[in-house]
């Protein structure tokens, strides 16, 4: 069965900090994994994906996420944190075979950045 | 390509009325997701469609909601006899389900927050 666990369910880094957000997940197939960013009373940005070719992934805004299968790890850093960055970020792995975009997510990180 | 819209953004009604959200998807996608998140959790599924046909519902969708897709274009979710519990975001979702086209990613709206009263 799919799952996601996302350690921390609040992170506070200040600005030029290093951000690290932790997503461990389940998967009985090869998933593919995502994370997302929602700010306030908005909908889900994608950051970036994993879909099996590189382990490091680099995506939107500086942030980049490794693929570690030994560890079922999919954590998602930025080397310097920016104010803007301030959001909540989920982690997300697909399902199996035919429902690959039916997506179970984590509970969430809410990464706050201080001046 | 104009992205996922929905409507209303914000619902507020009394507990026992029946309410309806509508979702606009990207005009190429096939698939279509409903998806609830509550405070502090993450989105939950709740149903897809491919094209016009409704292929999983969750046990989440208890048999107050029910969901259309009717021509295999925009989606409505209605809600009767509303209960505080269902009080949430509900946002809609969606993909082309066509080899090479993004086709693992989800696109999302921006979501209808529901409060009941």
Excluded at chain 1, 78 to 97: I, L, N, Q, R, T
Excluded at chain 2, 109 to 114: E, F, R, V, Y
């Amino acid at each position: 069965a799919q799952s996601v666990t996302q350690l921390g369910s609040h992170v506070s880094v200040s600005e030029g900090a290093l951000v690290l957000l932790r997503c461990n997940y389940s998967s009985s197939v090869p998933p593919y994994l995502f994370w997302y960013v929602q700010y306030p009373n908005q909908g889900l940005q994608l950051l970036l994906k994993y879909t099996s070719a590189a382990t490091l992934v680099k995506g939107i805004n500086g942030f980049e996420a490794e693929f570690k299968k030994s560890e079922t790890s999919f954590h998602l850093t930025k080397p310097s944190a920016h104010m803007s960055d301030a959001a909540e970020y989920f982690c997300a792995v697909s399902g199996e075979g035919y429902n690959f975009n039916k997506f179970y997510f984590g509970s969430g990180t809410k990464l706050n950045v201080k001046p | 390509d104009t992205g996922v819209s929905q409507d209303p953004r914000h619902k507020i009604t009394k507990r026992g009325q029946n309410v309806t959200f509508r979702c606009d998807p990207i005009s190429e996608h096939n698939r279509l997701y409903w998806y609830r998140q509550t405070l502090g959790q993450g989105p939950e599924f709740l149903t897809y469609f491919q094209n016009e046909a409704q292929l999983e519902k969750s046990r989440l969708l208890s048999d107050r909601f029910s969901a259309e897709r009717p021509k295999g274009s925009f989606s409505t979710l209605e809600i009767q006899r509303t209960e505080q519990g269902d009080s949430a975001m509900y946002l809609c979702a969606s993909s082309p389900h066509d080899y090479g086209k993004d086709n693992e990613k989800l696109f999302f709206g921006s979501g209808t927050q529901l409060s009941v009263l």
